[in-house]
């Protein structure tokens, strides 16, 4: 049974870098592609990105220019980061593992989600 | 960017009942690119439908999606009490990636 599991600090000051982390257990990162999803308290859900391990990635353009996604195989761990954030970037981040079927995009499974607050 | 619009924003019904919600797209989404997830309060989404009609592993034979185009529907035949949640659709056939607002599908 696949299972993931965020982790990393749950307040980050406002023009810093929040950076999580979603340690995979029961598959093996290298096989699959992996996923950063977010949702603000009390608001619906918002793709980051996604990331395979040969590399291939994608971003939501409305966040690309300030995010980074990388996997560290050696780990079974893949990561977020996520630069000058704001206020409007406080949400339950969640990782998830994307299908592998080509052209497909769904997500299953999730981890249970982080809550990440952006204040001073 | 396609857009997702969902109805009702809230349902009100009762167990035993059926329920019909809705998810219409601001253009049309190729290949049927749709998913359905439902999450519980406090928890992470679960995936329900894939491919607009495909239901997941472990889900039960309540649950099933329907429609193309731009006009898709999530049908629970016979609501469980565990079925009250909120219900997110989500389209992959076109970049970036979006959800739904979300049904929120409450006891009545």
């Known amino acids: 049974q696949v299972q993931l599991q965020e982790s990393g600090p749950g307040l980050v000051k406002p023009s810093e870098t929040l950076s999580l982390t979603c340690t995979v257990s029961?598959?093996?990162?290298?096989?699959?592609?992996w996923c950063w999803i977010r949702q603000p308290p009390g608001k619906g859900l918002e793709w980051i990105g996604y990331?395979?391990?040969?590399?291939?990635?994608a971003y939501n353009p409305s966040l690309k220019s300030r995010v980074t996604i990388s996997i560290d195989t050696s780990k079974n761990q893949f990561s977020l980061k996520l630069y000058s954030v704001t206020a409007a970037d406080t949400a339950v981040y969640y990782c998830?593992?994307?299908?592998?079927?080509?052209?497909?995009?769904?997500?299953?499974?999730w981890g249970q989600g982080t809550l990440v607050t952006v204040s001073s | 960017e396609i857009v997702l619009t969902q109805s009702p924003g809230t349902l009100s019904l009762s167990p035993g009942e059926r329920a019909t919600l809705s998810c219409r797209a601001s253009?049309?989404?190729?290949?049927?690119?749709l998913a359905w997830y439902q999450q519980k309060n406090g928890q992470a989404p679960r995936l329900l439908i894939y491919?607009?009609?495909s239901r997941a592993t472990g889900i039960p034979d309540r649950f099933s999606g329907s429609g193309s185009g731009t006009d898709f529907t999530l049908t629970i035949s016979r609501l469980e009490p565990e079925d009250f949640a909120v219900y997110y659709c989500?389209?992959?056939?076109?970049?970036?990636?979006?959800f739904g607002q979300g049904t929120r599908l409450e006891i009545k």
């Open positions: 998830a593992r994307r299908s592998t079927a080509s052209g497909t995009v769904w997500f299953d499974p």
């Open positions: 029961g598959a093996s990162i290298s096989s699959y592609y």
């Open positions: 990331m395979y391990s040969s590399g291939n990635i």
């Open positions: 253009q049309s989404v190729s290949s049927s690119y």
């Open positions: 491919g607009a009609s």
């Open positions: 989500q389209q992959y056939g076109s970049s970036p990636i979006t």
